[in-house]
């Protein structure tokens, strides 16, 4: 009954490749949300969908393409690897993109780049 | 631009002593302020939440949280805490004035409790 799933848990590539990192939400939310956490732990949000519409695009490198192809899912893929983007990655949802809506996250996504 | 603070890096506490995690909020309007848990290799977890109404806001596991607008400060307590209770803690806030879903978080606060 997991509510927001992520595969892979773990993922480790080469520099220069392309990967891609699913996210599902059986929570019936309306808006779904890419975030980085680094190694330090600092959690920073690059983008959220809300119903499969792109409303928030930090400022993230476009080799990063979200992608939504149902408000259910939430996919994250990524083009030319580099050494910097190793980091874990968590997809999140809430109801809808209100102020108050609390986010729920997934379990994360550990990207190791060498 | 909206920010959070959290001072301590690191909390240290004793099994059965209260507990505190700091706060402190920057926003233009009135905050809407959220506080997760985060244990290892795990995804953050909702614990509690701040929108209006009392200052004093219950939430999962015992914990809750006090709401000081003067001081603008929403730090995370709890009464007696639990070795179980060690995990990384994220302060996180919007303001009403803000673009619809962006939060930001704090840079955390590992607690650690020793038995």
């Known amino acids: 009954d997991t509510a927001v799933s992520q595969t892979p848990k773990y993922l480790v590539t080469q520099m220069g490749n392309d990967k891609s990192i699913k996210c599902e939400q059986n929570l019936g939310h309306d808006t779904m949300y890419w975030y980085k956490q680094d190694s330090k732990k600092f959690l920073k949000i690059m983008f959220s969908y809300n119903n499969k519409e792109l409303i928030i695009n930090e400022t993230v490198p476009n080799r990063f393409s979200p992608k939504s192809p149902d408000k259910a899912h939430l996919n994250l893929h990524i083009n030319s690897l580099e050494l910097g983007d190793s980091a874990v990655y968590f997809c999140?949802?809430?109801?809808?993109?209100?102020?108050?809506?609390?986010?729920?996250f997934g379990p994360g996504t550990r990207l190791t780049v060498l | 631009a909206q920010s959070v603070a959290q001072p301590e890096d690191q909390v240290n506490v004793a099994e059965g002593n209260p507990l505190t995690v700091k706060c402190t909020y920057s926003?233009?309007?009135?905050?809407?302020l959220f506080w997760y848990v985060q244990y290892p290799n795990r995804g953050l977890q909702f614990l509690l939440k701040y929108i209006t109404g009392d200052n004093l806001v219950k939430g999962s596991y015992g914990f809750e949280a006090e709401f000081n607008k003067s001081q603008t400060s929403f730090h995370l307590k709890k009464p007696s805490a639990l070795v179980s209770d060690s995990a990384l803690y994220f302060c996180a806030v919007r303001d009403i004035g803000s673009s619809a879903s962006k939060i930001i978080f704090g840079s955390g606060t590992r607690l650690s409790i020793r038995p």
């Open positions: 926003v233009s309007g009135n905050p809407y």
């Open positions: 999140a949802s809430s109801q809808g993109a209100g102020s108050t809506d609390t986010q729920y």
